[in-house]
């Protein structure tokens, strides 16, 4: 069963502060990770997906991937109150193989 | 551009009704994919399609689940009967398979089965 895990949270962290989010996948073989963030009440958007080990960077988000670990984190810089949300990550096999996503990480951003 | 559009966003019904969900993907993309989510097990991927052909349907959860997807712009997810621990945020999503993969999220239908 391939899986991909986070931890629940909640996360909370002081407004402007880093945001460190963190995911494991089981299956070795997964090339494409995704980040999602989803609002209360409302559908996940994507945020960054990653293929490459090392650091990928948007603006105040940075993805990074350690395939050798298997693991994948987000990093949100000067984390705002709008930040706060569940965030999914999910791990992809293959083109047009189903993603896998975990059960989220839910963080809270305090003023 | 619009996104992937969903019907009904709500739905309250009761046990033994049949249910049917609808969904249009955004146009170019060649994959569908119905999820379900609740507070206890998460996003689950019930099935999804390419080029319109069910691939993966491991995830349907039972005999009363069926899902059709008739063209390229039109899925429906049917349950029948229905049950009160059918109740659920359904989500429909898109994709162009074979370029990024990036899955596009409709709203959502919150089911409620009394």
């Known amino acids: 069963q391939k899986e991909v895990e986070q931890n629940s949270g909640p996360l909370s962290v002081p407004e402007g502060a880093i945001a460190s989010l963190n995911c494991t996948y089981s299956?070795?073989?997964?090339?494409?990770f995704f980040w999602y963030r989803q609002y209360s009440g409302k559908s996940p958007e994507l945020i960054m997906f990653?293929?490459?080990?090392g650091d990928k960077e948007d603006g105040r988000f940075t993805a990074q991937l350690n395939k050798a670990s298997q693991y994948v984190s987000l990093l949100i810089r000067d984390s705002q109150p709008s930040d706060s949300a569940t965030y999914l990550c999910?791990?992809?096999?293959?083109?047009?193989?189903?993603?896998?996503f975990g059960s989220g990480t839910r963080l809270s951003i305090r003023p | 551009d619009a996104g992937v559009i969903q019907s009904p966003r709500h739905e309250v019904t009761e046990m033994g009704q049949e249910v049917t969900l609808r969904c249009k993907p955004i146009?170019?993309?060649?994959?569908l994919f119905w999820y379900r989510q609740t507070m206890m097990r998460g996003l689950e991927l019930l099935i999804y399609?390419?080029?319109?052909?069910?691939?993966?349907d491991s995830g349907m959860p039972e005999d009363r689940f069926s899902a059709k997807m008739p063209n390229a712009s039109f899925s429906t997810l049917k349950i029948q009967p229905s049950e009160p621990r059918d109740s659920a945020v359904y989500f429909c999503?898109?994709?162009?398979?074979?370029?990024?993969?990036?899955?596009?999220f409709g709203p959502g239908t919150r089911l409620t089965v009394l």
């Open positions: 399609f390419n080029n319109n052909v069910p691939i993966d």
């Open positions: 999503a898109s994709s162009w398979t074979g370029h990024t993969d990036t899955q596009y």
């Open positions: 999910a791990a992809q096999y293959s083109s047009a193989s189903k993603i896998i």
């Open positions: 299956d070795r073989g997964s090339q494409s």
């Open positions: 146009s170019g993309h060649n994959s």
């Open positions: 990653i293929y490459s080990n």
